[in-house]
């Protein structure tokens, strides 16, 4: 009995009918641009309602829209942040917080003092960047994220990053 070795053969045949990379990278084109009109971050919570309160009535955003599980908030024309109850979203709220949300403010002195003022927890006092031109402090929210409040001054480090801002 003759045994057939299709081995190599099922192999070229199975190489001739895949797609290529550089076949489907032709049958769509990455866009020009990203095409982004804005960006949410969403932050995952135990306890939304105690979380609300505090960008509400402590840090003073506006809930733009109520998913019924998902608050999200406006902090900037194009920029937002959602709070999600963790028991309904994509993640669960952790113990570890490997995010920083970050506001870009002239006003940070006033932020520091006013937080300060109403009990926020601080992770370290405000002061001046050590490591790049800024500055800042930050601030811990009530399930521990991170949020900076920092600006950054006039220096040439920050040119890019000032006119990306639309400050010269």
């Not at 049958?27 to 990203?34: D, I, K, M, S, W």
């Not at 506001?103 to 790049?132: I, N």
């Not at 402090?137 to 480090?157: M, S, T």
């Amino acid at each position: 009995m003759r045994l057939l070795r299709i081995g190599p053969l099922l192999t070229a045949i199975v190489v001739a009918l895949a797609p290529t990379r550089a076949a489907a990278q032709q049958a769509a084109p990455r866009p020009a641009g990203l095409g982004v009109n804005a960006t949410i971050v969403f932050l995952y919570y135990r306890d939304i309602p105690a979380a609300q309160r505090f960008y509400e009535d402590v840090i003073g955003l506006r809930l733009t829209v109520d998913q019924g599980y998902s608050k999200i908030y406006q902090i900037s024309p194009t920029s937002f942040v959602g709070l999600v109850d963790e028991t309904q979203g994509l993640h669960r709220a952790s113990d570890a917080k490997p995010v920083t949300l970050s506001f870009v403010t002239e006003q940070v002195d006033a932020w520091y003092e006013y937080l300060v003022a109403r009990g926020v927890r601080m992770r370290a006092p405000l002061r001046d960047g050590t490591r790049q031109p800024t500055r800042g402090f930050v601030a811990i929210d009530p399930e521990g994220y991170f949020l900076e409040f920092e600006w950054f001054p006039d220096h040439p480090q920050n040119t890019l990053l000032r006119q990306a801002l639309g400050r010269r």
